[in-house]
């Protein structure tokens, strides 16, 4: 935790919080993996080695992870917010943001999976918009597994 | 999902985000359902068409629709988060925000109902304030039942 | 609830909001109580007395009650929202606004407490940075208490 966190114009502290927003409603557009890709930078990394799983570069690899993903997903719903400023270079058009989130994934299957995990953002400007330059995510707590009814 | 958002001034963001947390704290506030209706135009519109129930105009049929949803509420948590800005035209005086809601509602009868929403607001300012022109909501998961314990 | 809010800069608004956030990410370090304490004036008080409990003033006191209440802990995650402006005097340096905590705190001994809280926060500057000068909380809902699996 920083704080007070570092000085930060606010329409840039309102952009960043715009994209952890943005990430959080794409991950629930079930089937629109390029709407996810989309929000990374051309060389954005989606960081999941501290969950045991992959790191992937590039918008061509996180769309193909999040077809493979949204085949087993019926509804999602991510909850993000408490978003902290780690650092911010307004002039570079660089950042890094925390922020939790609490999701539920409803798969075809009738399982739910529910997730309280805080992620790590760095953020970059690319051609004019933020985008996710990486995401890496840890869990705060156990995930929880409810059968189907 | 529109990302990124339009332009939008800092302080019109920040006054949309202050009406969706209102209404969170007015749905929770049981018993005041002229409060609830207040945050709306005079002619607002509370539509939940999408949920197979009534759209409501007008402050009074929505200040009704409230005291008899409170009569069996004993009572409830409205968490807000996710808010997205659609559109804003801050001259005008009119914006669309998206959030989500995760709420809890306890029964007068101990049963508790878990909704994961989404809203949909037409926001416009009347007499200087910012106030709902309508909203709408759908589900993002089936709401759970839980039996009295 | 106050809307609409109080006039307040944007930068203020970010910075109160910021301490909110600082406040659920520390209470989820378990083992650093001083960090907790270190967001409070050096005369602030955590006033747990609606809930039954104490009312502790000063970074001493805060800081023993966490380093007790940590050693039970195992994971906490305190989601914050629905942050309101009550009452901003950017002159004085003084604010009040009001928040909700969906929170989990995993024990050491496996069971799972659920928490709705609304939070009160007085909120003051101290040395060029906004500190908590109180805080009270209430319970939205009845906390949930899941025994370990």
Redesign the interface.
Known sequence: ?T???PPCP??V???LA??V??Y???V??IGNAA?VA??FAPDGCYDLTSLGMDRIVGRTGIQGFFETAFATMA???????????GACDATAGTAQV?A?G?A?S?GTDGT?LEV?ARYAFDLAQHEG??RIARLGMTM???PVHIPAP
């Open positions: 935790m704080y007070p966190p606010a329409d502290r309102l952009a715009d994209l927003t943005a959080a409603m794409a629930d557009d709407g989309s929000l509804s999602n719903a991510h909850f993000v917010g408490n978003v902290a400023l925390t939790y609490h539920f409803l739910l309280k918009t933020w705060l707590l156990p």
